[in-house]
């Protein structure tokens, strides 16, 4: 789980699943991973570009 700021995060997890809230962790969005690995940690430098890792090297970058 990383959060930006006070109401902006991401959580991932198991078979790729990431969601975003907005609201502080009062809603949560499914988002697109793209795989079904499992993600071990996620992290955020701004609204829009981060990284996620999971087994045997996945790095998967997004900046949306």
Same mark, same amino acid.
């Given at each position: 789980? $990383? $959060?930006? *700021?006070?109401?902006? #995060?991401? !959580?991932?997890? &198991? %078979? #790729?699943?990431?969601?975003?809230?907005?609201?502080g962790g /009062? =809603?949560? %969005?499914p988002q &697109?991973?793209?795989?079904?690995?499992?993600? @071990?940690?996620?992290? $955020?430098?701004? =609204? =829009? /570009? #981060?990284?996620? !890792?999971?087994? *045997?090297?996945?790095?998967? @970058?997004?900046? &949306?």
């Amino acid at each position: 789980m $990383f $959060f930006i *700021s006070e109401t902006t #995060g991401w !959580v991932a997890g &198991n %078979e #790729g699943v990431i969601f975003k809230t907005t609201d502080g962790g /009062t =809603n949560w %969005e499914p988002q &697109n991973s793209d795989t079904t690995a499992g993600l @071990y940690s996620i992290h $955020f430098i701004d =609204n =829009n /570009t #981060g990284w996620m !890792v999971g087994p *045997s090297g996945l790095i998967i @970058y997004t900046t &949306n």
